[in-house]
């Protein structure tokens, strides 16, 4: 038997590929790509400010569906289209990690082959706390 434990939640996932969107190990949570879908339309907005909140949506929503919280992230890395993104994306992290001494690491690169309309794409990587 495995010990590793896909992680999905309703309205969001990769398509048709079978991809689960988080996987978990023990205490050790890894998400797969974080786009900025719409939980409630299923489509991704053109509005950078609107990818940027559905993403972090996402994410938080993926994070506690492995049973850890947004305190358990340790790190997060964005690609993004365009730099202007990353205004969107500091706003966002600003209200997910308000407390300046307890943010998780980040990483940010561009990246100009992103699907359609995707402005912003994530990962997280978090250790559950016991």
Same mark, same amino acid.
């Given at each position: 038997m495995?010990? +590793? /434990?896909?992680? @999905? *939640?309703?309205?969001?996932? &990769?398509?048709?590929? $079978?991809? $689960?969107?988080a996987?978990? *190990?023990?205490?050790? %949570?890894?998400?797969?790509?974080?786009?900025?879908?719409?939980?409630?339309?299923?489509?991704?907005?053109?509005?950078?400010?609107? =990818?940027? /909140? #559905? %993403?972090?949506?996402?994410? /938080? +929503?993926?994070i506690e569906a492995?049973?850890?919280?947004?305190?358990?992230? *340790?790190?997060?890395t964005?690609?993004?289209k365009q730099?202007?993104?990353r205004?969107?994306? @500091? /706003?966002?992290?600003?209200?997910?990690? $308000?407390?300046?001494?307890?943010? $998780?690491?980040? &990483?940010?690169l561009?990246?100009? #082959?992103m699907?359609?309309? %995707?402005?912003? =794409?994530?990962?997280a990587?978090? *250790?559950? =706390?016991?």
């Open positions: 495995s010990k +590793r /434990k896909a992680i @999905n *939640v309703e309205g969001f996932s &990769h398509g048709q590929t $079978p991809i $689960p969107a996987s978990r *190990v023990g205490n050790i %949570v890894m998400t797969g790509g974080i786009n900025g879908t719409d939980k409630a339309t299923g489509k991704i907005s053109e509005d950078l400010a609107e =990818q940027a /909140k #559905h %993403v972090f949506a996402n994410a /938080k +929503r993926i492995a049973g850890a919280t947004t305190d358990d992230i *340790v790190k997060m964005f690609w993004i730099p202007a993104a205004d969107a994306i @500091n /706003k966002e992290w600003i209200a997910m990690f $308000p407390d300046a001494a307890s943010r $998780p690491a980040r &990483h940010t561009q990246n100009d #082959h699907a359609a309309a %995707v402005q912003i =794409q994530c990962d990587f978090a *250790v559950i =706390q016991d």
